[in-house]
């Protein structure tokens, strides 16, 4: 069974960095299959895509109200997958989930971390 | 590429059939996803490709449309189908999502 479980959301500062993980079992992100993607829902909002790492893990696309401060990223020996967050501001407060990726669409996801941007 | 879904609230009864909608501002063929998202919870892919079920989908769930105007449909309304539905366009970067549509109990 796949699951996915992220961690590290938590209260930060304006300007402030976090980093999201997401640890992946049931498939190898070595495989060169699936891509993951990270998606974002503000309180009582809709769902935002924020960014999604190829399947090869060489080429990321990100939302472009998150271009240039966060980096997706992934490390095949922990099958895990990361979001580096810097550079936060009020309207980044959300959960962020991730999800495998197959042609752009998204299934799986995890439960979702809570990041909380606020002075 | 913006989606527009619609209704925002479709108020029904279980047993009755739900039909809801999603537009996009421009032809995105039919890489056109739908979603479900229960309070509380993570999405859950339904429906991919305009028209084709996520494996576990009830049959009750099928999805229509290609170009512009899709359409998710629920033949009979479950208890357990009361949510938020999400549709979601790959067909270009930045991927989008629409606003969603949430089916409440009437």
């Known amino acids: 069974e796949v699951q996915l479980l992220e961690s590290g959301g938590g209260l930060v500062q304006p300007g402030g960095s976090l980093r999201l993980s997401c640890a992946v079992s049931g498939f190898t992100l070595s495989s060169n299959i699936y891509g993951m993607t990270w998606v974002r829902q503000a309180p009582g909002q809709g769902l935002e895509w924020v960014a999604t790492l190829g399947d090869t893990g060489d080429i990321s696309y990100y939302a472009d109200s998150v271009k240039g401060r966060f980096t997706v990223s992934r490390d095949t020996s922990k099958n895990t997958v990361s979001l580096q967050m810097n550079s936060l501001r009020d309207d980044d407060t959300a959960v962020y989930y991730c999800?495998?990726?197959?042609?752009?669409?998204?299934?799986?996801w995890g439960q979702g971390t809570l990041v909380t941007v606020s002075s | 590429i913006v989606l527009t879904q619609s209704p925002v609230t479709l108020s029904l009864s279980p047993g009755e059939r739900a039909t809801l909608s999603c537009r996009a501002s421009e032809t995105i063929s039919t890489f056109l996803a739908w979603y479900q998202q229960k309070p509380g919870q993570a999405p859950r892919l339904l429906v991919y490709d305009a028209s084709n079920r996520a494996p576990g989908i009830p049959a009750r769930f099928s999805g229509s449309g290609s170009g512009t105007d899709f359409t998710l449909t629920i033949s009979s309304l479950e208890p357990e189908d009361f949510a938020v539905y999400h549709c979601?366009?790959?067909?270009?970067?930045?991927?989008?999502f629409g606003g969603g549509t949430r089916v409440e109990l009437k």
């Open positions: 979601q366009q790959r067909n270009r970067w930045p991927l989008t």
């Open positions: 999800a495998r990726s197959y042609y752009n669409r998204f299934d799986p």
